[in-house]
């Protein structure tokens, strides 16, 4: 019987800390070792002239999430799955929903079902828009011991955004709990008065999506989402940020001590808010909130990306067809940048995306890529060492990419359920030629061959990482944990 189950031979191993060329060696889906030569293996997998990535880990999915009016979005696990390893990732996050007037436990129980029929490996973030005594206390406590360690809240959206009151509900609760907050950081009153005063003048196109929610709004929603879990001493990540404003706000206070986390997306580094004003309806294929900015904007960014500031790229992948009942033009080709779906879809094009913006031309190294893609998320998520990382006792979730190889994107080849890509056409440097999940390939060269309801629940025990600080106003505890 040979030593180990495969091996993947001769390509250049990039673990977010160092490159080396070397042999991996798999069994029972783990990697089992790390070696210049691994010659007794059942199988083997040539990678000369490639490199070696962990699978991507995407922290910021929206996949198959039931809806109020009994719909569900188009993306089902088992076509997210499919774009996932089609674009390297092997490992999301993704949200179990909440309706204000509803519970949480009967929306997590529905969403393990469903995601037991995709292939990608899953963890959950909780929604809390509703933060009522029996939600709080009754059945989050009840998810948590579940394996949900994250929570997510909304500072914006009429039927998900929290007042101050609720959210440092959230805060305190999750401070008892030992969970993560990640936020959507906007000011739901700025941007309601500004956008009924934009319909009021008549600006209606989806180009004025972005001028609802300048960049000023983010900064501030930024700003009182940290002040405030500060005020509580609960760490918390703000998701998808898209002007260095807001990201100042954060380095601010990380420099204070206090345990906040960036995160971006491609579209930020991308796209700009000129594509919302694309002729006829088109630009509605490019709404997303925070909107995208300006071009100059993007090197802000990438400048905050290499001072650690912004230390995630996820995909914030939303996709919403652009034809359809529950398309961006379900509301007509006319209908006014307030009643048009907002979201893009991005699992496939993440990693192509950034290691071609990013490595390819020069604004980040490998391994900052490495970091950015896999290992930070998983940390984060607390999914480290188990994934995101190429070390012995990790998943084998490697990715086989091609530094060098040049493709122009299309929707095709994002393997979605959605009928367009925002960066069709774009041409990127860098591609995956395969993709590993827990050792069995399920991508190559395009193909996706793994089988639905292959992918695994990853439960998540409490982790030092996202601990408080112990950092409290005047020593006062206001949210102790229980026997404190």
Known sequence: MAEYELAVRGGMVATGFGTARCDIGISGGRIAALAGRIADAAETIEADGLLVLPGGVDSHCHIEEPQPDGSVIEESFLTASASAFAGGTTSVVCFVPQWKGHGVWERYRDHRRRAAGGMLDYAFHQIISDPTDAVLEEELPRLVAEGVRSLKVFLTYDALHLTD????????????????????????????????????????????HAWSRPPVVEREATHRAIALAELVDQPIQVFHVSCAEAAEEIARAQARGVKVWGETCPQYLTLTAADMDRPGFEGAK?????????????????EMIRRGVLDVVSSDHSGFSFEGERGKRRHGAGAPFRDIPNGVPGLAARLPLLFSEGVAKGRITLDEFVRLTAWNPARLMGLAPRKGAIQVGADADLVLWDPRRRVR????????????????????????????????????????????????????????FIRPRGVLADGFDAAPAPGR
């Open 286 to 302: 490019f709404m997303c909130s925070p909107a995208p900015r300006d071009a100059a904007e993007h090197e802000r960014l990438w």
């Open 409 to 464: 994107l299309t929707n095709a080849l994002m393997r979605h359920a959605i009928d367009y890509t925002p960066y069709e056409g774009m041409e990127v440097t860098g591609w995956p030629v395969a993709t590993l999940r827990r050792g069995a390939v399920v991508m190559r060269d395009g193909e996706v061959t793994a089988e639905p309801g292959t992918g695994a629940f990853l439960p998540r025990e409490p982790y030092a």
């Open 165 to 208: 009151a609720g959210y440092l509900r959230v805060l305190a609760a999750a401070r008892r709990l030992g969970c993560l907050v990640t936020v959507h950081c906007e000011n739901y009153d700025a941007i309601t008065w500004r956008t009924g005063a934009l319909l009021a003048a008549g600006l209606t196109a989806p180009k004025y």
